[in-house]
């Protein structure tokens, strides 16, 4: 179907004297005229600010530990590198309405209590000390582990560990709950939590499909389950291997669930570990919602928007809206594990949801030679890379 | 609150000479006055024909064995002892709407395929070889495990074993099916199906609270999830009993649950399994809904309705609906586990759920020294036995 | 497909004098052999005991108002005349598990409140006076006006009319109650409610596709509106007459809804009314589920099972679960209408939904002479008199 | 509590050499230091952008009237004067994430079909000929009437009177489409649709709390009904007012209901009518979420944000998200009623509803001397005004 602002059905009105004074009248009223933005606020096709990114671990890795000697954690609040989109930095979004962020806390260390509207979540990069509380359930996390801290819950993290800092990367829908005007925040009255004896208290009642008594009774509209350790989900990924020929667009991949709906972690944001089996290269597709990604094991490349990026073990891109993208294991006998979470529960709760496969070439973009850093403007948008998407 | 039947609010009509004439009048137009009925069915509180029974698999297992030799598997169908509650004889279920039976399988035995309205469910309680393809996927299942053929799935089972038949417990909601006029019942066109080649297909795709890629395209209203082995089962059994203080009434008890909704496995019939620790001995409580209870390990007693059964591994007893009911590990240094199926998802889905707890004597009834094998009438809906109740 | 007994996948076990000692072996233990009752048990299609059944209003009347005089309504608890399916004497059914009854109230009387797990409605036949008081709403209901009584709320109702008697129609849930062991009963401690002070108030607050304030907070599982009068439903069945074809099986048919949640009015029962066009004759299909009737508008036959049921205003009639039933408004200038009710939503929630157009002569099953009044047996299933059903 | 930037649990990090170098080594990478931002993006509380404003219909609707002559409508696309929020001209919004327009269409004129991600809806002020095609179903509206264009739908618009022209308001999310970066907007390949015969048809059959034949296949998250006529609604109210005290903060007030499923109209929009008693004040509330209201009968004030806004028929004015606010009907004899929309339904998806009750003065802001036609900064939060909000 054609795409072009000057057929019919599209604002194609051009400016005269006249018009320009009747543009400062209705200004004056606090108004506009609606032809003047027609094509530019409904556009053909989603248009987003964000570009595609990877940020590598080894450059940040420095400048986190650097934050360390640099600001106290009680004047910090958190002591976060965070992820900026070129095109976002507004909002402090990494992607769409997404932030994210790599936290440090030395050995010793912990902050003291909040919460807020945002919901967060977190995906640990290394060491072992790492501890969170959330409502009151204390929480052990090592390397590769995922947890959330949902909206409203109060939280407090740490390490008490002795082998060195622990870096793990936080997750928020800060932008989301900003563009929303639906932003709280509160420091707890006491500073800290008292939390229950039992650490990782939910890790313990949800497993093999069973829900505990008393599940029947949680009513909040997250997951009671608070965090999703690496070697049972590493396990399932590679037993649903065995089962399944996976995604076309990302190999095995399972998204982490509230084990009492069958939903996702929260109503904001989504969460996916994946597996590229040695060598594995999926095809493209694009969907509404954006995703930010986090290699957790391998080395591989994406292509985004027809921008190649290579990662390995910590790195983090994202995948703005409706950009075309396929993954690359380049491994060929180690499998490949992405770690993402994306805002996918918004776009399904708002009837926002649209996906397509990559019609041309096996369902691969042609592959550039060069490989991207960071690209700018309608590049990103996969509709000038990939011509073939609007015809 | 008094519940006497010749109160103001209760039918309270003698008969005349010109009533009985009336109601011949009534009679003869297929009607009736409900006045002579009303009590009976409005009962103040849930007037079950069931009452409580033990099986004892010691006595049930020759029998079942008997008829390895006694019918073919081709003639029979499926060969299953049943078991049938005294007051349910019409309608052959072992408690309110529910079917049970103890089914043997020979080495080497395979069944025929169907499928059928009413919904089933497995307990596997000796026997290696057992295996059942549903819906074309075959399913290994061992001692212990938990399996569902849910309503409308093609089905056949069969023992591929070298070390002797094969008894596992069938759980179906038959009963209930005719009670509402709703069976269907069909051969399979080829009377087999041929099943995919990956073995417990679902069990590998379901597992440590991820749900795998195109689960949000299920749409059936069971679970994926065919089968639940025992060891994830116990081992999530004891993390709870870690984390959690379970039940007052069950101890450590955890429902089976469909992943993709976190419902029970079929919209029929739920199942439990639950762990009672070393000399435990839970509350009474009651409730609408019955149960089918069958002891997985160890020992123990219930108290059920005012009588005594002892059990030992592989007994199977029944709580008709509204029964009083309590659970005592007699162990004092094991664990004992009740493998437990029942139609709580229709009392929810028909707003007929309703739950008490025993209000004296700490919760316990008066224990009587004599155990019963069965009773029957009144004594079985625990207003005789615990006056209290009703009082 | 082939539906017969003899066929591999039935059970099809002769008796031997060994078998029937084995019999009497299993029986001494409350078990039985699954092959003695399998096929009568799971049969090929539903087998209800229920038979088609009209009753005569004319016919009933006299005995309804017999009633008046012969029993105080203090003494009956509630003055009806139940109508009984021949197959279903032992549950006081009118077809399946739904119980319907006439109900007189003469001119001043008021009956005791009480709140029973069964649900409740009404669909009134004559009389201008009555009214009922739901939860301590009053509700004033006139002829072919709907209301219900939801499972557990408390009720009374009373004739404060001076024109004579009032005659509604009841039905009620009374036998799935009892088939699911769930009933309560309980006579109101000051035996009247006091009731608010606006009459009708649910009527008032609910209408025209608007939901008033602090219906988000409505959490129970059936409608809050609670009566449905006659003239906006007719005129909502005309308005929908001009914008649609309707059902090919039933003409222009809605259902009663709850306004909160857009489903069935109660979660055991729900409601319809239908119009026919003037001369309409539906095509005939059969589903799951029970239903009775009730000619509220007009006259003209209805075949169900082969068999034919004339009927005018007043008259009530039922079609058990599979058979095939077709309508027929006989009058070429006015249109009719049947109100009717079932037990669709226990069919929807329990996934035991089936439905199927007769597939023959145009959809019309081959229509009988006679008329007939009340049929039992085989014939009620539409098997018999429609052999190409089953072949 | 104290809500202090200076307090432990909030960023207090000052400025140092160091720190700037930092940061420019940060930045270089395409990432920054949270707490260089944390404060401003996690707020104490909502910080909207937009303000109170409110249009008034007779400045606006001359200037409306001249986009007539002014402006082709196949130039156009469609001419509208759009209200734009003085805090958020970048995204043509008049509070939050809404956008609102006043369209006019001459009698004759027809525009071109075309359907968009964003969904509208409409709300008439004056004229008696408009028409809407909505996925080919005709709809004639006319003054105050409400109508959805929901997510997706092919629409076009126009204009068959003969006394002159139409203008209606229209109401979409568009800005919040944008923010999710889910934009699409298609042009009709025909450039109109043909719609069916019956014109209202969905108006017809969604009636009086009767769901038609065909509604339980309705899967689409929008409501059928895509028309509600202003007297059934007044109506409604009215017999609401009779029998319920309504809300404290809004009066008399309803929404607009999708009838399959008692929830909102669409997904990302609500809808509400309420009516103010003569003379009636309510009482102030907040909550997260932002409205657009039109001044639908009489005339009145509201308070926002502790501003002063005097309003008669056809003004339109908003409440930004956190804004305290509450509604005077200044008529002593006659009901005012205000029509509104919302984003509500968003708000409740991603679990950030939020309300508060005004905690002073029985419920009432200081009323200012002033009337107040735009505000910005602070003074919009409430916070200013109403000190007591925060402390």
């Known amino acids: ?7 019919l059905g599209r604002a194609r009105v051009s400016d005269t004297p006249e018009l320009t004074a009747y543009y400062g009248e209705l200004e004056a009223l ?3 005229a609606l032809w003047t ?7 053909w096709y989603p248009q987003p600010k964000s570009v595609p990114v990877l940020w590598r671990y080894e450059e940040l890795r420095p400048l986190v530990h650097k934050a360390l000697g640099m600001v106290k954690a009680d004047d910090a609040g958190r002591r976060v590198v965070m ?7 507004d909002v402090s979004a990494a992607a769409g309405l997404l932030y994210t962020g790599l936290q440090i806390m030395g050995p010793g260390e912990a902050m003291t209590a909040h919460r807020h509207q945002a919901a967060a979540l977190r995906f640990v990069h290394e060491g072992t000390g790492a501890w969170t509380v959330v409502d009151g359930q204390k929480l052990k996390v090592g390397p590769r582990d995922f947890a959330i801290t949902p909206n409203g819950t109060w939280h407090e993290h740490g390490n008490d560990g002795e082998d060195g800092p622990v870096i793990w990367q936080d997750g928020l829908d800060i932008p989301l709950v900003n563009a929303l005007d639906a932003g709280f925040y509160e420091v707890h009255p006491e500073l800290h939590q008292t939390p229950g004896k039992v650490v990782n208290s939910s890790v313990l009642q949800y497993a093999a499909n069973l829900l505990p008594y008393g599940s029947e009774r949680w009513s909040r509209p997250y997951s009671p389950l608070l965090a999703y350790p690496w070697e049972p989900t590493y396990e399932a990924l590679l037993g649903l291997a065995e089962a399944s020929e996976g995604s076309p667009y990302d190999g095995i991949i399972a998204e982490y669930t509230n084990p009492v709906t069958g ?3 929260m109503p904001t944001m989504g969460a996916h570990m994946q ?4 060598g594995q290269a999926t095809r493209a597709h694009r969907h509404t919602g954006s995703v930010i990604y986090t290699a957790a094991k391998g080395h591989g490349v994406s292509v985004i928007a027809g921008q190649r990026f290579a990662w390995r073990q910590g790195d983090i891109f994202c995948v703005p809206s409706w950009a075309w993208h396929e993954h690359h294991n380049l491994d060929q006998s180690e499998d490949a594990c992405l770690f993402s979470f994306n805002d996918f529960p918004v776009m399904r709760s708002l009837g926002f949801h649209r996906e397509e496969a990559y019609p041309d070439h096996d369902g691969h973009q042609p592959m550039p030679a060069a490989t991207g850093a960071a690209a700018t403007g309608a590049a990103a948008t996969g ?4 011509p073939t998407a609007t015809a």
């Open 1 to 7: 179907m054609e795409q072009d602002d000057t057929m």
């Open 37 to 43: 933005v027609a094509n530019d606020i409904e556009p």
């Open 263 to 265: 939903g996702s972690v």
């Open 30 to 32: 606090d108004a506009g």
């Open 83 to 89: 992820l900026v989109n070129p095109g976002r930095k």
């Open 275 to 278: 597996l590229l089996r040695p």
């Open 383 to 386: 509709a000038a890379a990939v």
